[in-house]
């Protein structure tokens, strides 16, 4: 969570990919049609042309960019990145296009591009590649969308509805809160992560096929595609396991969740080897390992970050706690904590309008459309602060919505909506109210002592273990299991003394 002069006035992609039903697509077909660059097969682009890719991309990139954290500021990392990504353009069918490639400052384990050719990875997915052969099949794919023209196909056939960035992910909404409660259907999703669920599931198989055939060309081994499109995976197993859900509702966590189960996409490529041959293959992992050596894991302090049970923001002065057993979703917006039997924290910031007190706020400029009951001004911490109730739905469940407001000082307020469903209300009370009194300010003193956690290359020692080694990392029960999809070890393998590994220190 950034700077809260942004909280409230979040950017929204608007005017991309709007929804829209071709009627008769065959007779558009006749003068729509044009030959896909990367496959020489026909395909319907003709509402959308490639001066109007490069218009879409270049306006949307900053914005997406800074739902993603902003870019990763480390300079050598980034010429690293462009250089790998231009490698592999002049492997493709469009060898002179020009890319824009940028590492996200983000630990979501994200890689997405934009029509015109913009190519964002975030560094939480170069935290889980093991080489750069691994990385060069991920950017291979981001490219392989561009050069199909993918986003044109998609928008020409009327397929999409709009990038836009809030996804409502639950469908959460207030009863007649209207644009006040909208606040409420943006939980639970990762920044633009509807455009990436966008592309259909031919596209993505396709963009698979591109990037194999990008990164081959280029000399590096075929199999490291394999390789971590079976750690993602696992990545999203994990991911499913620490929600408190099945390892069978991996698709909830992949990030390419709509289109081929990661499954799919491994048993694709799997096949595509066999007619593979690369003379002495690359795969480039010591020069890897030594560019992602530092780099930030986690959470970045000048969003907030979890230590322990509290989440601390160093650059805004404040902490809270939040309960077992809650999950944690930071983004530049808002933090979002979820509970696998459906409870919900949502915290973010506003700015106040006027100098009324805090249950006044709650009635008249944060909730003004919805019935707010129970409204009693209270003390946080020395802090003025109020809260009420109200209504709501989740998927089409009725849910009961604790509202808090507490007063940082004169310009800043901060808010939390606690959202249970119906029937678990009074199971989560205790735990929301010993959230609300956790709400603290930070001394300069605290706040210096919040540290970066980095990824850090070391070398094993005899007796290392995944337990010992992942007791840094901050997935608490999770840890050894985290150490373990870092450095694609499989359960019972063990290290050996001298093995190059990846640990995490703060």
């Known amino acids: 969570m950034c700077d809260c002069n942004k909280i409230g006035r ?31 097969q026909s395909s319907f682009t003709g509402l959308m042309s490639m001066d109007d890719e490069k218009k879409v991309g270049s306006e949307q990139f900053p914005s997406l960019v800074s739902e993603f954290g902003g870019e990763y500021k480390d300079a050598r990392l980034g010429s690293y990145l462009t ?18 490639f940028a590492v996200l400052n983000s630990d979501v ?22 080489d750069e052969a691994e990385l060069a099949g991920v950017v291979g794919h981001e490219i392989g969308h561009v050069v199909a023209r993918h986003s044109a196909q998609r928008y020409s056939s009327g397929m999409a509805t709009n990038i836009g960035l809030m996804a409502a992910a639950i469908g959460l909404s207030v009863m007649g809160a209207g644009q ?46 394999v390789n971590f499109l079976a750690s993602l995976r696992k990545h999203s197993q994990l991911q499913a396991r620490m929600a408190g859900k099945s390892e069978d509702a991996v698709d909830q966590f992949d990030m390419m969740a709509t289109h081929p189960q990661t499954k799919e996409r491994v048993d ?52 809270f706690d939040i309960p ?34 805090m249950s006044s706020y709650i009635g008249r400029e944060w909730m003004p459309r919805s019935n707010v009951s129970q409204l009693e001004a209270i003390t ?27 007063r940082y000082d004169s310009n800043q307020l901060y808010r939390f909506m606690f959202v249970t469903p119906r029937s678990q209300s009074s199971g989560f009370e205790e735990d929301f109210k010993r959230t609300t009194y956790s709400f603290r300010k930070l001394s300069a003193e605290e706040a210096a002592r919040v540290k970066p956690l980095r990824l850090i290359v070391v070398k094993a020692h005899a007796g ?23 450095n694609d070890i499989d359960p019972g393998q063990p290290l050996k003394p001298g093995q190059t590994i990846k640990v995490v220190a703060g």
């Open 83 to 100: 250089s790998l990504g231009n490698e592999l353009v002049r492997q493709s069918e469009t060898p002179d296009a020009k890319f824009t």
């Open 380 to 406: 946080v911490n020395g802090m003025e602060a109020a809260t009420g109730v109200t209504q709501g739905q989740a998927n089409g469940q009725p849910v009961y919505v604790r509202l808090l407001a507490i």
């Open 180 to 225: 006040a409660g909208q606040g409420l259907m943006n939980v639970a999703q990762y920044g633009a992560q509807a455009f990436l669920q966008s592309y259909s599931r031919e596209h993505e198989l396709e963009a698979d096929l591109l990037g194999h055939r990008y990164m081959t060309r280029s000399g590096y081994e075929p199999d490291a595609m």
């Open 324 to 357: 077992k057993g809650f999950r944690l979703s930071n983004s530049p917006s808002k933090v979002v904590a979820s509970h696998s039997k459906g409870a919900i924290i949502i915290f973010d910031g506003a700015k106040p309008r006027g100098n009324g007190n």
């Open 268 to 319: 694709a490529a799997t096949n595509r080897l066999r007619n593979l041959s690369v003379p002495n293959p690359r795969l480039e992992r010591n020069r890897y390992l030594d560019m992602i050596n530092g780099m930030l894991f986690g959470d970045d302090p000048e969003q907030g970050m979890m230590k322990g049970q509290s989440f601390l923001h160093p650059a805004l002065r404040f902490g």
């Open 109 to 130: 384990v994200n890689a997405f591009a934009l029509p015109g050719g913009y190519v964002c990875i975030s560094r939480g997915l170069m935290a889980l590649c093991q």
């Open 464 to 486: 290392d273990t995944p337990e010992r080694l992942g007791a840094t990392m901050p997935f608490n029960e999770y840890n050894a299991d985290w150490f373990k999809l870092l």
């Open 10 to 40: 979040r950017r929204l992609l608007k005017g991309f990919l709007s929804s829209s039903a071709l009627v008769g697509l065959a007779p558009w077909c006749l003068s729509g049609c044009s030959v896909n660059p990367a496959t020489g």
